[in-house]
């Protein structure tokens, strides 16, 4: 839900470079989407609880395969193309990134490997979508 405050509140707040942002971030955001859903309709790598009777499931899982993280994937995303509109936004939203990223783990949805994964497609989606879009000059 932070992520899609963020992309309704960004335009309000910076005006036509807050909404350049926030259309580089959902057009980004669509794509990561299609990326791991196409990886774990490919992949099918049960989740641990579901592997591992003796973990526990500590939240409802939205699907039944784990890699890669979407989660992490889409939170490393936004984390750096936002710092990179908004650098004063960084230090927030990289710890909040890693808050999610280390939460996959210990809910008992994803392996280590899941997490990893999936940060780096995110880091990798945030590269992309930088160099087709990039940040306004005044802002970065």
Sequence with gaps: ???YAMLLIMPILAGSIGLTASLS??????IGLL??????AVL???????SHPDIDCLTAPLDR???????TLHAVFFAVV?????????PALFLFAAMTALSR?????????????GGLIGWSLAQLILHLIPPATSMA
């Design 44 to 50: 099918v790598r049960e989740r641990p609880f579901i």
């Design 25 to 30: 971030m959902t057009f980004g955001a669509l």
């Design 82 to 90: 936002a710092s990179a509109w908004f650098p004063v936004l960084g």
């Design 105 to 117: 783990p210990i809910l008992g949805l994803h392996y280590p490997t899941d997490v990893l994964v």
């Design 65 to 71: 395969y784990s890699f890669p993280s979407g989660h």
């Design 35 to 40: 990326i791991y859903k196409a990886l774990k």
């Design 1 to 3: 839900m932070i992520w």
